[in-house]
């Protein structure tokens, strides 16, 4: 699954990447350096930037992921209490 996150700089081949306070490193190689930019959004595969994306596709998928994991904990929960959901 690729995680949607925004570059906050760039070294060489290596972005730094940020999404919700989370930072990690990802290989521009399959890119390459000159198709991004400090403050664009970008897919993060595996430690791989794999795609540019704007600004609405990330905050819509990032949507996504927030009801999954929503969903998820409240799944948690009722298993906890012994009830269904």
């Not at 930019?37 to 540019?52: F, K, P, S, T």
């Amino acid at each position: 699954m690729g995680i949607p996150m925004q570059i906050t700089a760039i070294d060489g081949l290596v972005a730094r990447c940020e999404a919700k306070g989370v930072e990690r490193a990802a290989t521009l190689l399959l890119l390459g350096p000159e198709t991004v930019a400090v403050g664009d959004y970008v897919v993060v595969h595996l430690g791989h930037v794999i795609e540019r994306i704007d600004a609405a596709r990330a905050a819509e998928a990032w949507a996504l992921y927030d009801e999954m994991l929503a969903a998820q904990d409240l799944d948690a929960r009722t298993a906890g209490d012994g009830q269904s959901a």
